[in-house]
């Protein structure tokens, strides 16, 4: 399967949601723990751009850097750009892509670790502003299978994502994605 495929129908829906945002929502708190939405889409933004470079340069050598300047769509848009162009070179799937600090992946399964932040803060964005989410089905799907395979361990070390909470049996993939990666969804 092609994960840039699966970003490339997910981001559009993330960035109808964004560009809802106004500049009194900045200050909204996230489900993300700690964070605002200012500081949700800057870390948006530095993922982003991060994973292009590293797409590119099979590695990026700052992670953190976002900033959102006077417009925080402007901002976040052309950090969709920015990766959806790194990712179009075919190259991408034969690289090793270093991501972040968590290692050096073959770039089929970088793209998928680009996936599971894009379905995943996609819900934050619209849970903060108070929107509906319905990513593609194909992308949580995608995204759940690599979610499965996070270990609880060491994400408060690692700043991955929070612990995995319990959701009912019942619950949709989208529910079960969204616990394994800690989120409350009820």
Request: net charge negative.
């Amino acid at each position: 399967m092609d994960f840039r495929e699966l970003d490339r129908r997910t981001l559009p829906l993330l960035d109808k949601i964004v560009a809802t945002a106004t500049p009194e929502d900045l200050a909204l708190p996230t489900p993300c723990a700690g964070w605002t939405l200012a500081d949700l889409l800057r870390h948006q933004v530095s993922e982003n751009h991060a994973f292009a470079t590293a797409a590119r340069e099979g590695s990026a050598p700052d992670w953190h850097g976002g900033d959102l300047g006077d417009d925080p769509y402007a901002a976040y848009r052309a950090s969709v750009d920015d990766y959806l162009d790194a990712i179009a070179d075919d190259a991408v799937l034969g690289r090793q892509i270093a991501v972040n600090t968590f290692g050096t992946f073959p770039g089929p399964i970088a793209t998928q670790m680009h996936l599971v932040d894009t379905v995943a803060h996609g819900w934050d964005l619209a849970r903060t502003l108070g929107l509906p989410y319905e990513p593609d089905t194909e992308a949580v799907h995608a995204a759940m299978r690599l979610a499965e395979l996070i270990p609880d361990e060491g994400r408060e070390k690692n700043g991955s994502f929070a612990h995995s909470v319990d959701v009912p049996a019942n619950a949709s993939e989208l529910d079960r994605f969204l616990a394994r990666l800690g989120r409350r969804v009820s």
